[in-house]
């Protein structure tokens, strides 16, 4: 990248830092363990095991990674009704449980609880900063991963990466357009002494990276050491995922007391060397397999995993266990990163309604095929249009359609549901509708039904040149 | 030779971005993991997910892991964000594919039966007696 690349421009004088809260050392010169949890892993995640997380985990940094593709264009709407909103609405329950103990053990926070507002939600941070009287503390406030007004002026060249197709085309309204920030605002907000760091979009990994980078000093294109790190990132950014989250299956892969989940720690040496743990005293587990599972998480070719910034090769990837829930990463070589950033598209697409009914007993199915029929006749009867229909079975082939095992007997129960998108907002409620009437005026011996009307928030992706997108730390001392 | 679903062999996670998934399919022990290559093809593949899959499927080895990495295009019903789907991300796929069967050589049999693990021959056979 030429220094002249605005995204770079973040560079940071060490010598001018101020120091923060926590005890490491000189920044950029960190020779001890550096320990960095990860306390949530979407935006609902429970808020409970990041509190014992900071408590009792002796962590240097906490990590709140909580946007998946669609939050931040949710978030969007929600802002756009209400200017105050539009961040996380976990992130006050979080703070209010953690920053005691941050600020007693000298614990920084890096998050994208920001969402589509991050100085709302640092403004929220203030406030509760003073509630809970912590004393001065350093919020620092990451923007400029809003693009939206970027991509629709260059809606005719932009295109769209899953049909190659240009913006333009896009037929729905386009509410949201963020980019994916690397770590390097980050890195700056620690080194202005940031205690917490909140951003909006921004790579998953970037959050872990930042730490990293600003307290070994590594450079920003020491790509095979920056691969280290993001493939311990890589571990933890689902969260407990890698400590034994969506994993049990009995008999097969058992989770100890799985009720007690604990989440993970990251162990970082100054020479890329990551341990992946966990809590100590919690249930869960940390071994090689699951840890093969999270490092295989929604990657496509391991030999190119893009982040920011760096392309990651996990193909030599070695993982080792080197103690109860303790597992050594090794190899992972890293590439420049890429040229342009990634952006999501919110776009409003229509309308989704569903209908559900359950059907028990001897000759469940056949009443539910009837009541399929008379459903999909009543459709035609009342001229509703719909752009997609799809009815499953639950009990029988919901999930995995044609490709399902079916068993042997017909099912004791099973539950009809038709799930239909409409541009218009009528069409999807008249869909929805006609299955609720089912219950009176269908086959008989069913369940009450349910139904539901919803926005489609579909979300897009494009690539823009990294010049286009600004990032800017702004920093607040709250005392 | 005897056939085992693959769950008996291996453990596997779905994830997904935008409209494609990717499972990781993992031996349990590293003398699966050739079987697994031989029969956890990338055509197999397409052919057990039927309908479901749109588009193609391609299959990453990382055999320093036992695993590989199936990329399944034009997977999750146009998109997470505007899928029907009652699982749009797939993430139940990963449950899908331990339903492949797969030939398994009489050695590592008798080595997967002594842990338990029945083939899928005997236990239709087992439910007519």
Known sequence: MPDSDPADRLLFNFSKCTPAMSQSDAPGMRQRTLRIGCGAS???????????????????????????????????????????AGFNELMEARFRGVLPHCKRNGTRIVTNMGAANPRGAARRTAQLIRELGLGTTRVATVLGDDVLDYCLRHAETLRIMETGQPLSTIEGEIVSANAYLGAAPMVEALARGA??????????????????????????????????????????????????????????????????????????????????????????????????????????????????????????????????????????????????????????????????????????????????????????????????????????????GDASL???????????????????????TRLANEVETLVSKGPGMSSLPRKYVREVLAIHSCLVPRSAVRPEVIMAEVA | MKTFYLRELAHARAGDKGNTSNIGVIAYEPQYFPIILRHVTAERVKAHFGSIVTGPVTRHVL???????????????????????????????????????????????????????????????????
């Open chain 1, 406 to 428: 079916l068993p042997k007997e017909p099912p004791y129960e099973v539950r009809l549901r038709f799930a239909g998108r409409s541009r218009n907002r009528s069409d999807a």
């Open chain 2, 63 to 129: 055999p320093n892991l036992d695993a590989i990495n199936l990329v399944l295009e034009g997977a999750l019903g146009g998109g997470v964000t505007r899928s029907l789907s009652l699982d749009p991300h797939g993430k139940s796929y990963s449950a899908l594919i331990l339903s492949m069967h797969v030939e398994v050589p009489d050695d590592i049999a008798v080595e997967l039966m002594l842990k338990g693990r029945r083939p899928v021959a005997r236990t239709q056979e087992e439910a007519k007696s």
């Open chain 1, 195 to 400: 205690d917490i760091v909140i951003t909006g979009r921004c790579g998953d990994c970037s959050l872990f990276l930042a730490p990293m980078m600003y307290e070994f000093g590594w450079p920003d294109d020491d790509w095979d050491t920056l691969a280290k790190g993001a493939s311990g990132a890589d571990m933890v950014e689902c969260g407990a995922n890698v400590s034994g989250a969506y994993y049990a299956d009995p008999g097969y892969k058992d989770v100890p007391d799985l009720a007690n989940l604990g989440y993970p720690i990251l162990e970082v040496e100054r020479d890329g060397a990551i341990i992946v743990t966990k809590l100590e005293g919690t249930g869960g587990v940390v071994n090689r397999a699951i840890c093969t599972e999270q490092l295989l998480y929604e990657i496509g070719d391991p030999a190119s995993y893009i982040t920011p910034d760096v392309i990651v090769d996990f193909t030599d990837v070695a993982l080792q266990e080197t103690g109860k829930d303790r597992v050594h990463i090794s190899g992972g070589r890293g590439r420049e990163r890429p040229a342009d950033l990634k952006v999501s598209i919110g776009v409003k697409e229509g309308w989704i309604g569903e209908g559900e009914i359950t059907f028990a007993g001897l000759g469940a199915l056949d009443r539910a095929r009837l009541a399929e029929h008379v459903a999909r006749e009543r459709l035609k009867i009342c001229g509703i249009h719909l752009d997609e229909l799809r009815v499953d079975y639950i009990g029988l082939n919901s999930l995995h």
């Open chain 1, 42 to 84: 979407y935006a609902g995640d429970r808020v409970e095991p990041g509190v014992d997380l900071v408590a009792r985990g002796n962590l240097d940094y906490l990590v709140y990674e909580t946007l998946a593709e669609r939050t931040v264009a949710a978030a969007q709407l929600e802002r756009l009704k209400d200017p105050e």
